[in-house]
């Protein structure tokens, strides 16, 4: 994702949403050197409609503390839409998940790997968004 996006724009937006999400959306256009205009008035507007991480239960672990949690599902939704020459695309919806195991024994080092996997997520969904700016005509 670090080399410039060829776009036919001068210009974005992105509403709805200022969480890492538009951050690495934001990077992405400045490296092909594409301004920001704030309050909607880009020459491309993105608006995130949903932005939800969710983590659930995957499994509960076979050894030790009954009914402790054996592992976690993370998943990353994300509904938005794109306008472009005036006109809205239909709403989309991209989701990702991970998963990883859990042990409080190794809390800290199990938070880290939650983070990472999040940050991750926001990457492939960033890279899926552009993709998706890229391949409109």
Same mark, same amino acid.
């Given at each position: 994702? @670090?080399?410039?996006?060829?776009?036919?724009?001068?210009?974005?937006?992105?509403?709805?949403?200022?969480?890492?999400?538009?951050?690495?959306?934001?990077?992405?256009?400045?490296?092909?050197?594409?301004?920001?205009?704030?309050?909607?008035?880009?020459?491309?507007?993105?608006? %995130?409609?949903?932005?939800? %991480?969710?983590? @659930?239960?995957?499994?509960?672990?076979?050894?030790?503390? %009954?009914?402790?949690?054996?592992?976690?599902?993370?998943?990353? /939704?994300?509904?938005?839409?794109?306008? /472009?020459?005036?006109?809205?695309?239909?709403? @989309?919806?991209?989701?990702?998940?991970?998963?990883?195991?859990?042990?409080?024994?190794?809390?800290?080092?199990?938070?880290?790997?939650?983070?990472?996997?999040?940050?991750?997520?926001?990457?492939?969904?960033? @890279?899926?968004?552009?993709?998706?700016?890229?391949?409109?005509?």
């Amino acid at each position: 994702l @670090r080399k410039p996006i060829s776009v036919n724009y001068e210009s974005y937006s992105i509403i709805g949403d200022s969480s890492a999400l538009a951050k690495n959306i934001k990077k992405q256009f400045s490296y092909g050197n594409i301004a920001e205009e704030k309050g909607g008035n880009g020459d491309l507007i993105i608006e %995130v409609l949903e932005n939800n %991480v969710q983590k @659930r239960i995957l499994s509960l672990a076979s050894r030790g503390v %009954v009914g402790a949690v054996g592992e976690y599902e993370l998943i990353h /939704t994300i509904i938005y839409r794109i306008k /472009t020459k005036g006109v809205w695309t239909n709403e @989309r919806k991209i989701e990702t998940t991970r998963e990883y195991t859990y042990d409080p024994a190794l809390y800290n080092a199990v938070a880290k790997e939650e983070k990472i996997l999040k940050d991750s997520m926001i990457e492939d969904l960033s @890279r899926s968004i552009i993709t998706e700016i890229n391949n409109l005509k």
